[in-house]
C-alpha cells in the first residue's frame, strides 16, 4: 500500500474520533508526526493554527494551502533546473534529476485538478490528487540511491519540505469534509 494511502487512513480514523476543529488539527498533526518522524508536530500545527487563512471560509484556507504547496513545488523546480546546468553532476544523477523535474511538474498540474474538483464539491478526488502528490518527493529521493543503497540526493531539504507542506491541505480537507 502506497504512503498516500496509509495517510488517508490515519486521518480518517482520528477525524472521525475527534470532535472539534482544535482537537482535530492537534490529533492529525500528532498521528502525522508519529507516522513520519520527519514531521515535526510544532511545524504541523504552526502551520494549522498560525498562518493566517484569507477568510474564516474553510474552502478559501484550503485553496491557499495548496497555492503554497503550488509555490513550494515550483521553487523546487527552478532549484532542480539550476541542477540541470551544474556540471559537477554526473550523467545518473542528472537523469534522477530530469526524473525529479517531470514528477514536481506533473504534480503541479495535478494540484490544479485537485482545485477544480474541490471548488466543485469534489472532495473525494481533491483528496486524492493531493495525496497522491505526497509520492512526488518520496520517489524522488529514491531515485538517488545508489546501488550500495546510499541516497546521494542534492534534493533532500527540498523534497522533505514538499512532503510536510503537503500534510496540511491533507489536514484541512479530512476537517473540511468532517464539518461541512
Known amino acids: 500500500m502506497k504512503l498516500s494511502a496509509y495517510l488517508i487512513i490515519i486521518f480518517s480514523i482520528f477525524f472521525s474520533q475527534c470532535s472539534s476543529v482544535s482537537n482535530l488539527v492537534s490529533e492529525a498533526c500528532m498521528e502525522a508526526s508519529k507516522f513520519d ?3 515535526s508536530y510544532d511545524f504541523c500545527v504552526a ?3 498560525n498562518w493566517q487563512p484569507p477568510s474564516s471560509n474553510v474552502e478559501d484556507y484550503w485553496v491557499k494551502s495548496i497555492q503554497l504547496l503550488k ?3 515550483t521553487n523546487v523546480l527552478s532549484f532542480i533546473s539550476k541542477l ?8 545518473r544523477t542528472k537523469d534522477s534529476l530530469k526524473g525529479c523535474f ?4 506533473d504534480t503541479m498540474s495535478e494540484l490544479d485538478a485537485a482545485v477544480v474538483a474541490f471548488k466543485a464539491k469534489d472532495l473525494d478526488t481533491a483528496g486524492i490528487k493531493v495525496s497522491e502528490s505526497l509520492d512526488t518527493p518520496l520517489i524522488c529521493q529514491r531515485s538517488f540511491n545508489d546501488p550500495k543503497g546510499r541516497n546521494l540526493s542534492p534534493l533532500t531539504s527540498q ?4 512532503f510536510k507542506l503537503n500534510v496540511i491541505p491533507l489536514v484541512l480537507i479530512q476537517i ?3 464539518h461541512s
Open 47 to 49: 502551520h494549522l493554527f
Open 102 to 105: 517531470d514528477s514536481y511538474k
Open 71 to 73: 509555490s513550494n513545488g
Open 159 to 162: 523534497n522533505n519540505a514538499y
Open 176 to 178: 473540511f469534509t468532517k
Open 84 to 91: 540541470l546546468n551544474d556540471k559537477r553532476f554526473d550523467e
Open 37 to 39: 518522524q520527519g514531521l
